[in-house]
């Protein structure tokens, strides 16, 4: 009876002081709703990187930017460095250091959804299983993430264009309409936001387009001849690859190695400096909520000191004030923390459907992630630490000396 009377009393307080209580309670959610966000949302993006790069040593493409190869051709979220002969993967593939070897054509689009020219190996790579048709076996055949299929409306068995580069309105291909061979199951892979055909689908689209009769022997020899792909995708057979295989490929004049564990280590430091300090400033926030709440606290108590020491001589125990500051601080400091982790997982969600927008990377505001656990709790010590003070303040109120005044 005593805890239920002490929680009445404190929300009667707070309500009939709802300014700056609610000013208080804002300022703490901000604070929550900062960190959540970044916890969620960095743990997910480096999970997901983490996933889209698993399995993958080492990624050699045209000579440039290393981080450049990386995204492009791992995460798909940045143009390509240039090509490399095809002549290049029959190379690697007769290394005994090489285990195996996914060739990647790049340079197409669908509705902003990028088209890869690879082989079953890379669906297989990701775990890749249909939700209906099969998967292509032939040239200008389709299969769809399933992302993809979503944003696009994609059918098996419907036809579609690809344009040039990745963003919308690029020149379109409408002399080599693609066959959606099927669809593709969720993966939480970058697989779900791709459109995957064979390597020689790449080829054919642009011979078409720079007016070559595929069906001409001549023609067809010489392009052979010619041949490139974007990016390969290089799995070691033995550990001893990881020391020799990126020195004896950076050697070769037109050829660049990048190893996707030591870029991703790379971008991570960069973003983490961000992370860092929209971090430092939460914990500022919640330092201010602190004192925020203290000072209101305080103050409240110094107004109320006639209020407390009337229900002292009511026969109220000195433990019931006590626990009334004590109170009051707990819901202002838990309510702000729930509200403020609802705000963060909301704008989580928020940044998710930018991202999708975009097909980039997926965020989703449903996941929760096990560090925000420790935010009630850190919100549960601020509000008893910013209490404390004039909880004891109360505790110890003179009843005859406040009564005097």
Known sequence: MTHLNALTLAVKSLCFKALPAALNLLLMA???????????????????????????????????????LILSSIYHID????????AAVAQLKKNSMVKKVIPLALGDSFNGFRIVGTDSDYIEHYNGVLAQGKLFDGPMQAVFGAQAAKKTGATVGASFTGSHGLARGGEEHKDAPYVIAGVLKPTGTVLDRLILTPVESVWRVHEIANGIDVN?????????????VTALLVQYSTPLAAVSMP?????????????????????????????DVIRAIAVIILVSAALSMFVALYNALEERKTDLAVLRTLGAPPGKLFSLLLVEGLLLAIGGAILGWVIGHIAVEALGHMLSEDQNM?????????????????????????????????YRTDIAATLAH
Not at 255 to 264: C, F, H, T, V
Not at 372 to 394: F, H, K
């Open 30 to 68: 901000v604070g929550v709703a900062m960190m959540t966000f970044v916890l969620s949302a960095s743990k997910q993006l480096e999970e997901g990187a983490t996933r889209d790069a698993d399995g993958i040593d080492l990624v050699v493409g045209a000579k440039g930017s290393p981080l450049q």
């Open 362 to 394: 997926t965020l989703s505001g449903w996941v929760i992630v096990s560090e925000e656990a420790w935010l009630i709790m850190i919100a549960t010590v601020v509000g008893l630490v910013s209490a404390l003070v004039p909880a004891v303040r109360a």
């Open 247 to 275: 020195r004896y490929i950076n050697r070769q004049t037109e050829l660049q190695a990048a190893q996707p564990a030591l870029e991703a280590a790379k971008l991570f430091r960069l973003l983490g400096v961000g992370v």
């Open 79 to 86: 143009i390509p460095t240039g090509n490399i002969p095809l």
């Open 216 to 228: 001409d022997k001549e023609e067809k020899a010489a392009m052979d001849a010619d041949r490139e």
